[in-house]
């Protein structure tokens, strides 16, 4: 080649797939990073404009206890959505007052909650203590927690009907939580329901409870799946029978009470509660930090295999269920005679 021969230039321009394939990329690529902008601004509106740092969340039940369970499992995948650090405090005492009362003079800055469950509406019918659950505001509930009777493996006790029988010819002993809770009142309901009259004993929390079931001090106790769950897992439980209005999914072949005869269905709530107050922007961030946590996969797998039943309801349609369940519960105590 001649070397003063100009060099004819290599034609780079793209022919027409080229071109659009670029253009393609190009677009892709601002769409991504748009998206990517969009996720970090909604992340840093959302959970990083939450007002305090720490959250404080009280429980009326002791370590261990079904709404103890419940909330220290609640709040791993809910701290990162709200963007603030979440504690669980266990505030015993008055089978629920003095968690009732902690709530109540809070100052409704979003640094200060409860774990509602039917405790806090029995404890204020029954004992009307200083602050009720009239002085706190409901603010979303998330789930159904049903009611399983159990019984230490190794006892003799097969089934509900083994329990009942030996009430019939001794009195039976049967173990509860607080004389405010739930479970208490449904073992007096079953009591009813039997014309038995076996003794029930209240305790402070669902572990000490199960203590005595194990040590076969009681002979059935009532609790949560997710308190019992590693006991069953260890073989050292037996499921008799539950109060839901139909067999759960994880017990197929555990009876439910209704089933059995006993006219006796109760559904306990699990929720949130707060001081009076809260401003319109913290209930909304509660109310979509909730939602998002109860879609979460890994969170949905934990609370299916507890049998929690999703029942979520919102702010706005939270004070009204609870009224709603305090009404009944009233009249159910008033009919019995434990309250005039």
């Not at 203590?129 to 505001?137: H, I, N, R, S």
């Not at 001794?170 to 939580?177: F, I, T």
Request: aromatic content about 8%.
């Amino acid at each position: 080649m001649n070397p003063r021969q100009a060099v004819r230039p290599i034609d780079r321009t793209p022919n027409r797939s080229e071109y659009q394939a670029s253009i393609m990329i190009s677009r892709l690529r601002r769409a991504a990073i748009s998206v990517l902008f969009l996720v970090i601004l909604s992340f840093s509106t959302y959970a990083q404009n939450y007002p305090v740092e720490t959250i404080t969340i009280l429980t009326h039940s002791r370590p261990g206890g079904g709404s103890d369970v419940f909330l220290r499992e609640l709040s791993r995948y809910l701290t990162p959505k709200l963007g603030a650090n979440i504690i669980v405090k266990n505030v015993t005492g008055g089978s629920g007052a003095a968690a009732i009362a902690e709530l109540s003079r809070a100052k409704p800055d979003g640094s200060k909650f409860y774990a509602t469950t039917p405790t806090f509406i029995y404890t204020s019918l029954l004992s009307q203590p200083a602050y009720t659950y009239k002085d706190v505001e409901p603010l979303v509930n998330l789930f159904f927690d049903p009611e399983l009777i159990y019984t230490a493996a190794d006892s003799s006790f097969q089934s509900l009907e083994d329990v009942l029988d030996k009430a019939r010819s001794s009195r039976g002993l049967w173990g509860a939580a607080n004389p405010g809770s739930l479970e208490r009142q449904s073992l007096e309901q079953l009591k009813l329901a039997t014309g038995l009259n076996a003794a029930v004993i209240s305790h402070e929390g669902g572990g000490d409870l199960m203590i005595n079931v194990l040590n076969r001090t009681l002979d059935i106790g009532v609790g949560e799946a997710q308190e019992l769950q590693s006991q069953l897992a260890a073989g050292r439980l037996r499921v008799l029978a539950t109060f839901s209005d139909a067999r759960l999914s994880q017990f197929p072949n555990i009876p439910t009470v209704h089933e059995l005869g006993y006219e006796v269905i109760v559904r306990k709530f699990r929720g949130i509660a707060a001081p009076k107050g809260l401003t319109t922007d913290l209930i909304i961030q509660w109310e979509q930090a909730i939602q998002t946590v109860l879609e979460n996969p890994e969170y949905k797998a934990s609370y299916l295999a507890d049998s929690l039943l999703l029942n979520y309801i919102n702010h706005s349609e939270y004070q009204g269920f609870i009224d709603e369940f305090a009404s009944e519960t009233e009249d159910y105590l008033r009919t019995v005679g434990i309250i005039e």
